[in-house]
């Protein structure tokens, strides 16, 4: 008999063990489901950031290159301002041929709304590549109208691409007051933000 209940214990002994083991096993492959879940989601952070400043470098570029207009400085066509963020302008392609400069930083401006509400892509009839929530606004960071312009400080710009992240994030100090508060909560907004100097 006393075998047989020194059995029993070793039994008993044995289905704890397993039981342990199994325990940590799940914690284990839990931790990896978060850390996957998490990685997935930095990951898709940093490809939002990726394209906003391939959006924002597309603009700088068309905005460097047409000179005349950029020399306007605050008159600027392609000031946008911070209280009317695009999109929300409603601008279309326009076909001009020669055109003016004024022409040719409405078609830049058309370009830069079509890609903050991403048409490039599409997928059963939706915008597949655009940024969630997206808005875009380009400053004048010179000298205002009547103010005295030094001729060896070139006209200056920010160009700046706004979205909304899929999750919370620290608030940062940003450069840009562009479409501040309209997204729920402040650790949502993200920013990316360029100044370009017409030489």
């Known amino acids: ?14 289905m ?17 489901a978060a850390m996957f879940a998490r990685s997935h989601l930095v990951s898709d952070e940093a490809y939002q950031r990726y394209q906003a400043t391939e959006i924002a470098h597309q603009l700088s570029e068309q905005l460097t290159a047409n000179q005349s ?16 963020p695009m999109p929300g302008h409603g601008y279309t392609s326009i076909m001009c041929s020669p055109c003016t400069s004024a022409q040719l930083a409405v078609r830049d401006l058309s370009i830069f709304h079509d890609s903050l509400i991403g048409t490039q892509k599409t997928k059963s009839g939706n915008n597949a590549s655009a940024l969630l929530d997206a808005r875009g606004c380009v400053e004048y960071l010179g000298p205002k109208l009547g103010d005295p312009i030094d001729p060896e400080d070139p006209p200056r710009y920010r160009i700046s691409v706004v979205w909304q992240g899929r999750g919370l994030a620290g608030t940062t100090v940003n450069p840009t007051l562009c479409a501040n508060g309209i997204y729920s909560d ?11 100097q017409i030489l």
């Open 1 to 14: 008999m006393p075998m047989n209940s020194n059995i029993r214990h070793q039994n008993g002994m044995l």
């Open 186 to 196: 402040a650790r949502l907004r993200r920013v990316i933000s360029l100044e370009v």
């Open 69 to 84: 207009e950029a020399s306007l400085r605050e008159t600027s066509t392609y000031v946008t301002g911070l209280s009317a």
């Open 16 to 32: 704890i063990e397993v039981l342990v083991t199994i325990l940590i096993v799940s914690l284990g492959l839990l931790g990896i």
